[in-house]
């Protein structure tokens, strides 16, 4: 039986393993009252109880941009906690996401009896495959966010769990004119989402993309409105850097709130990750958009193994969401693809109505279903 002497490591790198990281927590103390949480995370780990050794904000890197700038102070701290759970073991070590910091930190302290569990599955499904042999060593148990995930592992020999997406259990039917009321967003216009991205790296390459689809879409339709939530300050600044003749559009701006401002819109223009799918579970039509630095989409390109870039495509019977990558990224063609949306309203009810089975799918109360796959691997299952 788990006690509450338990002790867990817990490690995050971005926003949302913060996010993960905290659900799992607060499920945890219910399930395992005293246990305690040590280890890498954000503001919303340490809210739940999470002391945390270092902040998530220095593990946070997207492919090769900025990699050599950050790789040293990354591999420091990934040392020091090897040393840190080596000297202290702890009962458990729970790592969200970030696979290319955590894996190789799971595999040296299972090594040593040190029970592991990884949060998130590494899109070894979709690219770089030969990971597979990686996490076998590395991972005592897999929890993953989608059904064909947890599939794909066990029939690679990994011990697996499918809990759902926490997204999914914390949105409801959505509510667009509610959603505009509390934005302040009058009635009568067409409404359009832009979300840039949250990494400093993703803004310097869309913002400017963004701009010129706004220009474009403006002149064509005066009428449409544009909102923007930023993640953070620092995102918003260099939005603003980058992002040359925005104050002369019809675009409001929002501190993060960019839930609420998906439910607002009519169609969203957005960054390829968590936000595509956010958008997919409150019924929104969208544009994938994304670049890569030219080193990181070549390897992308060499060793992938699917199609599509965004979830929704791949949770979809049909891939229908738009998808502009690299130099298919440009103002032209995001116009063309809203376009494609506005003009055939047939096209957007389908879609609401598959996005609505997907939302069913993955709504499973991610945090408890999380909560008891931790308990059942701290008293001795798989």
């Known amino acids: 039986?788990?006690?509450?002497?338990?002790?867990?490591?817990?490690v995050a790198g971005e926003p949302s393993g913060d996010s993960l990281g905290s659900g799992l927590i607060t499920a945890l103390k219910?399930?395992?009252?005293?246990?305690?949480f040590l280890g890498v995370g954000g503001p919303k780990m340490r809210e739940a109880g999470c002391t945390t050794l270092y902040d998530m904000v220095h593990l946070e890197l997207m492919g090769f941009d900025g990699l050599f700038g950050k790789l040293g102070g990354i591999l420091k701290i990934r040392r020091a906690l090897y040393r840190k759970f080596m000297a202290d073991p702890p009962d458990l070590f729970i790592g969200?996401?970030?696979?290319?910091?955590?894996l190789s930190l799971e595999g040296k302290l299972r090594k040593h009896g040190i029970k592991t569990l990884h949060y998130v599955s590494p899109t070894v499904w979709a690219w770089r495959g030969y990971r597979i042999h990686k996490i076998r060593r590395a991972v005592d148990h897999m929890l993953t966010l989608f059904p064909f995930e947890a599939d794909y592992y066990r029939s690679q020999q990994v011990p697996a769990t499918c809990v759902g997406h926490p997204i999914a259990d914390e949105i409801d039917e959505p509510d667009t004119r509610q959603a505009r009321h509390q934005l302040g967003i009058g009635a009568g216009h067409r409404v359009i989402a832009l979300l840039p991205g949250s990494r400093?790296?993703?803004?310097?390459?869309l913002g400017p993309v963004i701009v010129d689809a706004v220009k474009r879409l403006h002149r064509e339709d005066p009428g449409i409105r544009f909102v923007l939530p930023f993640a953070n300050p620092r995102v918003e600044r260099e939005f603003y850097r980058v992002a040359r003749g925005i104050d002369e559009l019809p675009?409001?701006?929002?501190?993060?709130?960019s839930r609420q401002v998906l439910e607002a819109c009519d169609i969203a223009i957005l960054a390829?990750?968590?936000?595509?799918?956010?958008a997919?579970?409150?019924?929104?039509?969208?544009?994938?958009?994304?670049?890569?630095?030219?080193?990181?989409?070549?390897?992308?390109?060499?060793l992938r193994h699917v199609d599509h870039y965004s979830m929704p495509n791949q949770l979809l019977p049909e891939p229908v969401i738009p998808e502009l990558i690299q130099d298919r990224a440009n103002g032209t063609n995001i116009v063309h693809a809203v376009n494609g949306f506005l003009r055939h309203p047939e096209r957007l009810r389908q879609l609401q109505e598959q996005f609505a089975r997907v939302h069913t799918q993955l709504r499973r109360n991610a945090n408890l279903q999380a909560s008891?796959?931790?308990?059942?691997?701290?008293?001795?299952g798989e």
């Open 372 to 380: 008891r796959a931790v308990v059942k691997l701290l008293e001795g």
């Open 280 to 302: 997919a579970l409150l019924r929104k039509p969208h544009v994938v958009i994304y670049k890569l630095s030219p080193l990181t989409y070549w390897l992308v390109r060499r």
């Open 96 to 102: 969200i996401d970030v696979p290319d910091f955590n």
């Open 251 to 257: 675009v409001t701006t929002y501190a993060a709130r």
């Open 30 to 36: 219910s399930a395992v009252p005293g246990a305690c």
């Open 200 to 205: 400093r790296s993703e803004v310097m390459k």
């Open 272 to 278: 390829s990750g968590t936000a595509a799918l956010e």
């Open 1 to 10: 039986m788990v006690t509450g002497r338990t002790k867990i490591a817990i």
